[in-house]
């Protein structure tokens, strides 16, 4: 059975995740990574629109510049009077402005050498805008400003647009091109360029050019950024699914399974749809499926021993009801005597079975309570040799121990278990030895592995008994042997021990070269622990 199991775990052992490249747990990752989607599908989009933006800017910055530079050409050389102090005709160069035809998304203005604002787009009667116009003022502060003329202050809605312009003008003034965002009188966003309208060193006056059609590129952006949004929410939603579908669901499923099994509904969990994940939930699905299958086992073994246990109680106070009935019926007294030693023997066979039976119900407790540690086994062995050779009657059979380990053979466990597994075998060989026999005890080293054997010169096992003799309350002993003297548990209990130590006990017959048995023979293998 227990092949078996290790076969069923090695074969439902998780495959490595595809994502093991990542820190954290495998569940963890897959939680991220869900997570980390629509993150990414945003930022994808936003970085893409954002290099989108900056190059319709730039492209409307450039448009803005090759027209400027076109108009500042014509105007320098249609419009300039005077030599050799040269200077901007105000009204052609207005004239020029109302000829040359502008889009209605731009607005362009005309500067003096002093700063003075001599010509605006806006001022062009016979166009028709889309769009609301400023506030309606006197062609001087028409705009808002006069560089260097006083006048009245601007609004405060357009003191900032206000300033922003004059810095653009004045360093345009110095023969610079000037382009850039800005804010413009009604708070849009605009595209400005300013250059210089100069003839040979001369700056005669400013050309100014806006692009108002700013908004409606960003305004395009945030329609262009809304698939993405979309996606992204997309990838949310499943990836919520995903997470609803791949943790919550069997969290839930497990949390009742788990209550079928506390209610009584089931005795063990079983889902194996979920054990064969890879992930933590596969590794907690399976953790509980062992655990309810140990349990459900320990609970089958608990019911057997219970139904034993009342069978072995019945029999002796059977015998003690039928002896007390019998008792008021004999008059005589030898008769009586021989009930009366009946009673004792079935009381002090039961007083051996309760005691059994109390210390194989705490051995579990008790090896769960203390920690295994390193121990020599041939120092154990020895001592337990010695102690039986130190109390031994007259007419009882030796215990002789000898090692074939010259070195201390050092073993993982706990010595008072260990101690009672070679005194329950030591007391059962004792039992089926002749009187004046010898009970052999032995130790070696097999392949790592430390080899312990207890040799009795009894009858033998029968063959078909070499596996009942360690079922519990099983007991066949020799003719002669006072009935009741044995409870049956003491080689049970020696095979569970040694399997909690992680090792194993079997039965064998000793025989000579002819095949005459010589005696019985068990051996307990223990793994070796290396210092």
Known sequence: MASDTDTERARRKPRPSRLSWLPGSRLGRTIIVLNLLGLAVLITGALVLNELRRGLVNARIDSLTTQGELIATIIDRAATVGEPTPSMNASYASEILQILSNPRSQRARLFDAHGKLIADSYWVADRVEWKALPPARSRDDLGGFNLQLQGQPPPPAGEEAERALRREVSLALKGDHIAGMRVADDGERVVSVSIPIQHVQAVLGVLTLEASDVDEIIARERAALVPFILVAISVMLISSWLLNRLIAQPVLRLAGAADRVRQARA????LPDLSRRDDELGDLTRSLEDMTDALSERMDAIESFAADVAHEIKNPLTSMRSAVETLELVSDAGARERLLRILKQDVGRLDRLVTDISNASRLDAELSREDPRALDLGRLL???ASLYQATKRDGEPEVAFASSVGDPLMVSGREGPLGQVFRNLIDNARSFSPPGGTVRVSLERVRGRAVATVDDAGPGIPPENLETIFERFYTSRPKGTAFGGNSGL?????????????????????????GRVLGARFTVTLPEVRR
């Open 267 to 270: 005795r063990a969990i079983s």
């Open 382 to 384: 020895a001592e337990v």
């Open 490 to 514: 003491g080689l049970s209990i020696a095979r569970q021990i040694v399997e909690a130590h992680g090792g194993e006990i079997r039965a064998e017959n000793r025989a000579d070269e002819h």
